[in-house]
């Protein structure tokens, strides 16, 4: 439920800016079963969201800090993989 309160937030945050929106995607990485994850990429000049398709995974929210320098504000992993303890 986070996740998509989060996403909604990012939306609405960019939806005076939509039309010079611009969404896209490619390649990201696999599932543990070999499956190919793509990552979309919503780009507006306010921000830049990222979306994996495994789970709908939020991996990356760009904005502009207070100084007009662009930081991701998502913490977490770069990868779908779950490293597990022997």
Known sequence: MKSWTIF???????????????VTHA??????SGAP????????PKAE???VTYG????????P????VMGNVILGTTSCRITRPP
């Open 37 to 44: 994850i793509e990552v979309y990429t919503l780009t507006s």
């Open 65 to 68: 800090n207070r100084d007009g």
């Open 49 to 51: 969201v990222k979306i």
């Open 56 to 63: 709908a995974r939020l991996i990356s929210i760009r904005v």
């Open 8 to 22: 909604l937030a990012a939306c609405l945050y960019l939806l005076p800016s939509l039309e010079a929106a611009k």
């Open 27 to 32: 390649p990201w990485d696999k599932d543990a």
